[in-house]
């Protein structure tokens, strides 16, 4: 599909040369598409991002990829910060408290597959913007589907594994650490955005299905 070139006015040049190698998924909090257009163009608002799409699955353009869009803020990846000029940035019409629509996901899964070719970003690169700033940000939230992407080839799959041992906070900290949650956070607010991500419906203290929900690689590769 392609988009409606919307430009906005908040975008500079991308740092040291950088070119994208994530993309950060977003939702706008926002009571509609055109409010949360008005604002990435509003000059005064300091925000952008290099896509939005509403609810009804029309996608819109406010900043060409190659340029950096201020839409992750403070935060960091696989210890690495200045997330916007390293990554891509896409919002999505929803409040984060209901589902993400069919047809705006439909948009999604054909603008990150064209995204990922254009760039070679592999599906580990797509992350949430909860991921790269744990308990300053929460988006896209529980209600998004990470799996769906998963199942395209998308994002990065959870674990499906077992972890038989009681897990400690230390044992968690180091399997995020190898999925790439590296920005600081307490052990409660890592627990949180970890489960934002991979098991949504977690509740309570830490247990063996966090650790196990993680992505393989990293889990396996733990220190027990």
Not at 98 to 118: E, N, W, Y
Not at 153 to 181: I, M, N, Q, W
Request: aromatic fraction near 6%.
């Amino acid at each position: 599909m392609a988009p409606h070139w919307h430009p906005s006015p908040n975008f500079g040049p991308r740092r040291d040369g950088l070119t994208p190698s994530l993309v950060v998924l977003h939702y706008t909090a926002m009571d509609s598409a055109k409010a949360a257009l008005e604002r990435l163009c509003d000059p005064e608002a300091e925000v952008s991002a290099h896509y939005l799409i509403g609810a009804d699955g029309t996608l819109w353009q406010m900043v060409d990829e190659a340029d950096r869009a201020w839409h992750a803020g403070v935060g960091e990846w696989r210890g690495r910060d200045d997330i916007n000029s390293r990554s891509i940035g896409i919002e999505l019409d929803n409040r984060g408290d209901h589902p993400f629509s069919a047809p705006q996901m439909t948009t999604l899964d054909g603008l990150l597959a064209d995204i990922l070719r254009r760039w070679a970003i592999p599906p580990a690169g797509v992350i949430g913007h909860s991921d790269m700033a744990p308990g300053r940000k929460c988006d896209p939230g529980p209600r998004f589907d990470w799996a769906r992407l998963a199942r395209l080839g998308l994002a990065e799959r959870s674990g499906s594994g077992s972890c038989e041992d009681d897990p400690t906070p230390e044992r968690l900290r180091a399997a995020a650490h190898a999925t790439g949650f590296t920005a600081p956070a307490d052990d409660e607010t890592l627990l949180a955005a970890l489960r934002l991500r991979y098991r949504p419906w977690g509740r309570g203290p830490l247990c063996a299905a966090d650790l196990a929900a993680l992505p393989l690689h990293s889990a396996q590769n733990t220190p027990g």
